[in-house]
């Protein structure tokens, strides 16, 4: 009897990672447990924009379980630069500093103000609320295009203005084809924004190589290479002294494309404490922590024969980038799908 070859062109290719899905053997970033563990939990600001006037830990400092806790000012030497953005579009994009803890102001709700450490999770989550925060609410802007408008709140004072940049693409001759067009259509369309919300949230655990003075960090991420090279930059540590891990990720949608700033604080108080540091977002983080999805006014003409053939088209895209350039921001804005 002989064998039949095996093929694979025009044919289905078995799953190989079902297995393992399907009898409880995968490895979740948060499955991970390792010994002296301490558990980090983030205080968010519940402000779309405020000054921060007065910041005191100390009465977490006493809770059941807190190792430590920190504020932007305890911590600021532990970054050589903030959140870098991956992909400035233009010479004259705007990029505001990024950095892991709010530094004298919040720009939108869930920013990171403050953590607590603690041996177990839930006592770091009960300590978050005694730290006591003093708010100056300012105003903010919500609407894109509103944002734009003369007078408008400004989400970053330093720029004197919310406009980002302006990145033009063009092929070909457009004018002759709106010229040659029997018809043009033109239409307004929203791309709403929206919250990618994958079955796992996000999950970072960094332990510290006492041996070789190296970090492994573990985080479900669709992007192991960057979140190394990023956070090597950050931190101030040689990228061969940091290995990152990406476990079985439980779904991303592309919110796990980019570097996070509980990434970097993870590896900072692993390197701060001498142990490794878990954290381990809800879902309400989730909400307001992780990156968002659209957000965008398109301005559409399309130029066409009167039997259908399409000449040409222009798109104006009024895209929200948020209150920071995240790592693909400025790029992937200008990605989304037309109608």
């Not at 919040?106 to 607590?116: D, K, L, S, T, Y």
Request: proline share 6%.
């Amino acid at each position: 009897m002989t064998q039949t070859e095996e093929r694979y062109v025009g044919t289905s290719v078995r799953r190989k990672e079902d297995p393992a899905l399907l009898t409880g053997r995968a490895t979740w970033t948060d499955n991970i447990k390792l010994p002296g563990m301490l558990h980090m939990d983030v205080l968010r600001s519940p402000h779309a924009h405020a000054k921060i006037k007065e910041l005191d830990v100390s009465g977490a400092l006493v809770r059941p379980g807190v190792v430590a806790a920190f504020t932007d000012e305890d911590l600021a030497g532990e970054w050589a630069i903030g959140i870098p953005c991956g992909w400035p579009v233009t010479e004259d994009i705007k990029v505001p500093d990024h950095w892991p803890l709010a530094r004298g102001e919040v720009n939108h709700v869930g920013e990171a103000v403050a953590v607590v450490i603690a041996t177990d999770r839930y006592k770091a989550r009960d300590a978050l609320q005694f730290v006591e925060v003093d708010y100056e609410p300012m105003q903010a802007v919500v609407d894109v295009e509103q944002a734009l408008e003369e007078g408008s709140p400004l989400v970053h004072e330093q720029f004197g203005t919310n406009h980002c940049y302006t990145w033009p693409l063009g092929t070909g001759d457009i004018d002759d084809a709106f010229e040659k067009a029997d018809v043009v259509v033109r239409g307004r369309y929203i791309q709403q924004r929206l919250i990618p919300s994958a079955i796992e949230p996000r999950a970072v655990v960094v332990n510290p190589e006492p041996v070789n003075g190296g970090f492994t960090v573990y985080t479900s991420t669709q992007v192991p290479h960057f979140v190394r090279d990023l956070l090597a930059l950050m931190c101030s540590v040689p990228d061969s002294k940091l290995r990152v891990v990406a476990p079985d990720v439980g779904g991303g949608f592309g919110s796990k494309l980019n570097v996070y700033a509980e990434e970097a604080l993870a590896l900072s108080l692993a390197r701060k404490l001498g142990a490794p540091v878990k954290w381990v977002e809800d879902r309400s983080e989730n909400h307001v922590a992780t990156i968002h999805g659209r957000g965008q006014v398109q301005y559409v003409e399309l130029a066409s024969t009167s039997d259908g053939e399409v000449l040409g088209m222009k798109v104006r895209l009024v895209a929200d980038t948020r209150a920071y350039l995240q790592l693909l921001t400025p790029g992937i804005a200008n990605f989304r799908r037309f109608p």
